[in-house]
């Protein structure tokens, strides 16, 4: 089975301009979610989705970063507009339903903001 | 609130054996994960417990003590690929995991 998929793998942009991460779950599982990972604060959950609902996006660090879910097979993750704090590992996970199913995550994208 | 430690940083010879702690405190519980991560790639699972008591896979095991809020992981007949971070994790009432900072583990020759 193809696991978690994210693009791009890495990712420059200068600030100011609008950065698009993506993610396609793995086929037939229910959850999603994305986290962001840096040295100082380790993994960090920003939302999640259960049936392509959003559930929680109390981790989303302010209105610039919005995350959607059209379907069962894809997720985007936004900023708009980009900030040098926002350089860090983004990854995406997805998992079955159930409380002893564990989340599988993507191979991240490194974004770098100039 | 939710809380979970682990040490930051432990070395090991290879060969040894190395227990990674993990204590936690949360509302609720349905289970604790651990996963790899070596540097510049993802998480990788490990092991999941739910029940008191220790689950063996391999040259890794886990334990767990829900009266206590602990686990660890326990890693044997170390080898120069353990080198990596191994993240706590616990799923309390909600579907989410909440991951503690991680233990980064150096084995050396």
């Known amino acids: 089975d193809a696991g978690v998929i994210q693009s791009p793998r890495h990712e420059v942009t200068e600030m100011g301009q609008e950065v698009t991460l993506r993610c396609k779950p793995i086929?037939?599982?229910?959850?999603l979610f994305w986290y962001r990972q840096t040295m100082m604060r380790g993994l960090e959950l920003l939302i999640y989705?259960?049936?392509?609902?959003?559930?929680?996006d109390s981790g989303m660090p302010e209105d610039r970063f919005s995350a959607k879910m059209p379907n069962a097979s894809f997720s985007t993750l936004k900023i708009q507009p980009s900030e040098p704090r926002d350089s860090a590992v983004y990854f995406c996970?997805?998992?079955?339903?159930?409380?002893?199913?564990?989340?599988?995550f993507g191979d991240g994208t490194r974004l770098s903001i100039l | 609130g939710q809380n979970i430690d682990q040490p930051t940083e432990m070395t090991a010879t290879e060969g040894a054996i190395v227990q990674i702690n993990c204590t936690y405190q949360?509302?609720?519980?349905?289970?604790l994960f651990w996963y790899q991560q070596h540097a510049g790639e993802a998480p990788t699972f490990l092991s999941y417990n739910v029940l008191d008591g220790l689950e063996e896979k391999g040259r890794f095991s886990s334990f767990l003590s829900r009266s206590k809020g602990y686990s660890y992981l326990l890693l044997k007949e170390l080898q120069m690929k353990d080198s990596a971070s191994y993240l706590c994790?616990?799923?309390?009432?909600?579907?989410?995991?909440?991951f503690g900072t991680g233990t980064r583990l150096q084995v050396f020759p």
């Open positions: 996970a997805s998992n079955r339903a159930g409380s002893n199913q564990p989340q599988h």
């Open positions: 086929s037939g599982h229910d959850y």
């Open positions: 949360t509302s609720g519980f349905n289970g």
């Open positions: 994790a616990v799923r309390a009432y909600t579907d989410k995991l909440i």
């Open positions: 989705f259960n049936n392509n609902v959003p559930i929680d």
